[in-house]
């Protein structure tokens, strides 16, 4: 089993085979619009401007587990990001990512990388996430803004932890192009 595997549904409520990104690295993020990590959207849209030419592709999850900070609709939330952050990646329909209704595709992420690479002492952990983890479940997505690194064969490479910035994720992306 790899990520082409999994159907999810588009931002429009469509179902999208994830083999359509095959070949391609993938960097899969659930995302937030009222989080103090949001401003990852600039890194996230630089890295994606980057490296798109070259087989790069991020996919936005938003979701509203972390204290609700994805509170809008699915079209609200991209119009958001359009307009803010100047997006143009993927984004596709709020998930949840832990807990009993968590995505099949989120519940298979953490099976095949369980723990965060990065730095998790830092102040954007200490200060934004530390104080509302929650789950006992260490392989659970701590916050916002978790990213998991997919080469081109569908597997999962990496799990960086919410406060990684996207901006120190450029090495482990051209190792995989």
């Not at 803004?145 to 910035?165: C, H, M, Q, T, Y």
């Amino acid at each position: 089993m790899n990520i082409y595997d999994f159907v999810v549904k588009s931002n429009k409520n469509e179902d999208v085979s994830l083999s359509e990104y095959e070949g391609k690295v993938l960097l899969v993020v659930n995302t937030a619009t009222k989080c103090g990590l949001t401003p990852q959207y600039d890194a996230l849209e630089a890295l994606y401007k980057k490296y798109h030419d070259r087989g790069l592709e991020i996919l936005d999850f938003p979701c509203n587990q972390f204290k609700e900070q994805a509170p809008e609709s699915d079209e609200e939330i991209s119009s958001f990001c359009a307009l803010k952050y100047g997006t143009t990646f993927p984004r596709f329909k709020k998930i949840d990512v832990n807990g009993e209704q968590q995505s099949p595709l989120y519940k298979w992420l953490k099976e095949q990388a369980p723990k965060d690479k990065g730095n998790l002492k830092t102040k954007a952990f200490e200060v934004t996430v530390k104080p509302f983890r929650t789950s006992k479940d260490p392989s659970d997505i701590v916050w916002n803004f978790g990213k998991f690194l997919i080469d081109r064969e569908g597997n999962v490479a990496e799990r960086f932890s919410p406060a990684l910035s996207p901006n120190d994720l450029s090495a482990d992306i051209e190792r995989l192009l």
